[in-house]
T-cell receptor
Framework: DVKVTQSSRYLVKRTGEKVFLECVQD?????MFWYRQDPGLGLRLIYF???????EKGDIPEGYSVSREKKERFSLILESASTNQTSMYLC??????????FGPGTRLTVT | AQTVTQSQPEMSVQEAETVTLSCTYD???????LFWYKQPPSRQMILVIR??????QNATENRFSVNFQKAAKSFSLKISDSQLGDAAMYFC???????????????FGKGTHLIIQP
């Protein structure tokens, strides 16, 4: 079975802190994704990566950056967390063009 | 840009009955994939069913089937013999097909909350 893990299920940070969300997949997938999920808005794509050190902006990249130094790991970085970044963050991986496999999500609260 | 619309924020069905969740999408592409994902209270997104746009035959997975109408850009999910474990948020998603390298994210609808009445 494909396994996508995320470093934390719940995270509470203060405004202005630098926040790292980590995602690891164990199936040697080329592609990895970060989504944000908000009630009534569904999931929205923040960034994705199709290879090590390669990244592409999604629909809502503002306020976020990413890092992919190893194939299995994809990090989402909030350079200076703000309250409007309080959300559920979902990581996914895929072997294109097939379905994406999701991690369990990190619920981030910024106070 | 592609958009996916789920017009039913919430649906309720009696256990053992059949329910249909609606999804429409807008795209200028001719080849693409459509998906239905399920998200139970555990928050884990689970793929329910996948449809390739070039296939005319509707996809089926056990009690789950789709009605794919390409011309109408409609992709509804039918759940037969509903079970309590089917209670979840259901998301319709679109992904364009591409050739060569690279990747593409999914475009999701806003979701339908499915309630199963015992």
């Amino acid at each position: 079975d494909v396994k996508v893990t995320q470093s934390s299920r719940y995270l509470v940070k203060r405004t202005g802190e630098k926040v790292f969300l980590e995602c690891v997949q164990d199936m040697d997938h080329e592609n990895m994704f970060w989504y944000r999920q908000d009630p009534g808005l569904g999931l929205r794509l923040i960034y994705f990566s199709y290879d090590v050190k390669m990244k592409e902006k999604g629909d809502i990249p503002e306020g976020y950056s990413v890092s992919r130094e190893k194939k299995e790991r994809f990090s989402l970085i909030l350079e200076s967390a703000s309250t409007n970044q309080t959300s559920m963050y979902l990581c996914a991986s895929s072997v294109s063009p097939h379905e994406q496999y999701f991690g369990p999500g990190t619920r981030l609260t910024v106070t | 840009a592609q958009t996916v619309t789920q017009s039913q924020p919430e649906m309720s069905v009696q256990e053992a009955e059949t329910v249909t969740l609606s999804c429409t999408y807008d795209t200028s592409e001719s080849d693409y994939y459509l998906f239905w994902y399920k998200q139970p209270p555990s928050r884990q997104m689970i793929l329910v069913i996948r449809q390739e746009a070039y296939k005319q035959q509707n996809a089926t997975e056990n009690r789950f089937s789709v009605n794919f109408q390409k011309a109408a850009k409609s992709f509804s999910l039918k759940i037969s013999d509903s079970q309590l474990g089917d209670a979840a948020m259901y998301f319709c998603a679109y992904r364009r097909m591409y050739s060569g390298g690279g990747a593409d994210g999914l475009t999701f609808g806003k979701g339908t909350h499915l309630i199963i009445q015992p």
